[in-house]
Antibody, heavy 120, light 110 residues
Framework: QVQLVESGGGVVQPGRSLRLSCAASGFTFSIFSMHWVRQAPGKGLEWVAVTSNDGSVQWYADSVKGRFTISRDNSKNTLYVQMNSLSAEDTALYYC?????????????WGQGTLVTVSS | QSALTQPPSASGSPGQSVTISCTGTSSDVGGYNYVSWFQQHPGEAPKLLIYEVTKRPSGVPDRFSGSKSGNTASLTVSGLQAEDEADYYCSSYALSNKYVFGTGTKVTVL
């Protein structure tokens, strides 16, 4: 069955970096666009970034552009996000999600999320 | 890139219908037929209910339907059931290659 498993979350100090991973299985990873979506504690959903199925295109939310980098390794069925210059506003549960390419929605398959807490 | 506007709450009795609105601008909801809707139960990941305004993924009951008029999209849940009690979020593709979510609506089944 389809599985997306995020990892790499934890507590990090403001200004530091963190890399999240999302391991995919149960579907053909290389034909799906992949998103990161985050949810601050008790708050709503916020779209973060998306990469095309082959990794050649990346789009970002204004709130993370220039600080976050989304990437993927189709040979490892894994999605990544490198997060730099973290601040308290980046504290959230980070979900990865898979979108059938070309349907323009933030994901039909979702992981359970990994929690990032930015705090000194 | 402002969040789409949804009512904070909505409610209905079992068997009734509830409609949730999602208001954006001509740069998102009004400009593209790429509105989607998600259901999120507490402690769980979101679940896609509707994409491209009206389409349902396989396995989503036809009690869930979507529509759009101008800059406002709507999700209607017909024949409310207890398990429909959840948070609902709209989303839209937006100008300059972005996506935006709505503010979220908590649906209560009375």
């Amino acid at each position: 069955q389809v599985q997306l498993v995020e990892s790499g979350g934890g507590v990090v100090q403001p200004g530091r970096s963190l890399r999240l991973s999302c391991a995919a299985s149960g579907f053909t990873f290389s034909i799906f666009s992949m998103h990161w979506v985050r949810q601050a504690p008790g708050k709503g959903l916020e779209w973060v970034a998306v990469t095309s199925n082959d990794g050649s295109v990346q789009w970002y939310a204004d709130s993370v552009k220039g600080r976050f980098t989304i990437s993927r390794d189709n040979s490892k069925n894994t999605l990544y996000v490198q997060m730099n210059s973290l601040s308290a506003e980046d504290t959230a549960l980070y979900y990865c999600a898979a979108e059938t390419s070309g349907r323009y929605h933030p994901g039909e398959y979702w992981g359970q999320g990994t929690l990032v807490t930015v705090s000194s | 890139q402002s969040a789409l506007t949804q009512p904070p709450s909505a409610s209905g009795s079992p068997g009734q219908s509830v409609t949730i609105s999602c208001t954006g601008t001509s740069s998102d909801v009004g400009g593209y037929n790429y509105v989607s809707w998600f259901q999120q139960h507490p402690g769980e990941a979101p679940k896609l209910l509707i994409y491209e305004v009206t389409k349902r993924p396989s396995g989503v009951p036809d009690r869930f339907s979507g529509s759009k008029s101008g800059n406002t999209a709507s999700l209607t849940v017909s024949g409310l059931q207890a398990e429909d009690e959840a948070d609902y979020y709209c989303s839209s593709y937006a100008l300059s290659n972005k996506y935006v979510f709505g503010t979220g609506t908590k649906v209560t089944v009375l």
